[in-house]
């Protein structure tokens, strides 16, 4: 399962959910942002390549769905209401992941 994951600037909670889950054996995962100042800035290749994407806000999905409305038809799209106010790898934030994300894919 292919499972990637969007925040806006990629660098706090995307990237630190791309590593959390990177481990797991049944998922190869992905992070992108959604703003064009994103280190990693999602991409159609991205979108398609995934069967599942977790957005951090609905904002995120929001703006996937404004810019790649055509790849999405097919895709699932959870938001994880998950604030930006954590910095990459918090404690908090790595529990929070691993519990929501998991609950998601039944991996808890």
Known sequence: MNILFICSRNQWRSPTAEKVWSKHPAISVRSAGTSPKARKTVSAKDIQWADTIFAMEQKHKDRLKDKF??????KSIHVLDI???YQFMEPELV???QYSVGAY???S
């Open 69 to 74: 409305t055509h790849l999405l038809s097919h």
């Open 83 to 85: 604030p930006d106010k």
């Open 95 to 97: 529990e929070l992941l």
């Open 105 to 107: 894919l039944g991996l």
